[in-house]
């Protein structure tokens, strides 16, 4: 029978490894799953939730983009999925109250920003981490 080995890793630490029956993720092509057995492939992650469906349930962790790699394991009939991204939680492990003030002090500073300029970008991208840090932890 063909198992899938499922890693999701941040430059920080390995969040997580583990044998699942599935790896469900969101693209820049759209959403995906890997089942085993998936064929080799190499993609983006955007910022979202990407969940592990284990036989004790789903796992899921608020991902702010990074690349996803699936492949043969190491032992026959193995399939490897492995999630590098370049921030990442348990949505389990979220810190509501400071993803609430992250998102207040973003909204500020976006609207001090002035348009076009570097800031105004650098507040958007936290107002969106702080947005799916928020949805992730509220499912």
């Known amino acids: 029978m063909a198992t899938l080995n499922v890693e999701i890793l941040s ?10 029956s599935a790896l469900m993720a969101r693209s820049s092509e ?9 064929t080799a492939t190499v993609g983006d992650v955007v ?6 469906q284990t036989d004790e349930g789903e796992i899921a962790f608020a991902v702010h983009s990074g690349f996803f790699q699936v492949g043969k394991g190491l032992e ?12 990442a939680e348990r949505t389990t492990e979220i810190d509501v109250a400071r993803a609430q003030a992250a998102k207040d002090a ?11 300029e570097d800031e ?7 107002l969106e981490r702080a947005e799916l840090r928020l949805s992730a932890a509220a499912k």
């Open 47 to 52: 910022s979202s939730v990407v969940r592990v």
């Open 76 to 87: 026959p009939d193995t399939t490897l999925a492995t999630v590098l991204a370049s921030v």
């Open 106 to 116: 973003a909204e500020s500073r976006l609207a001090a920003a002035t348009k076009g």
């Open 11 to 20: 430059p920080e630490a390995a969040l997580w490894t583990g044998t699942a």
């Open 30 to 38: 759209g959403n995906f799953t890997v089942l085993p057995e998936h």
């Open 120 to 126: 105004e970008l650098l507040a958007y991208a936290a």
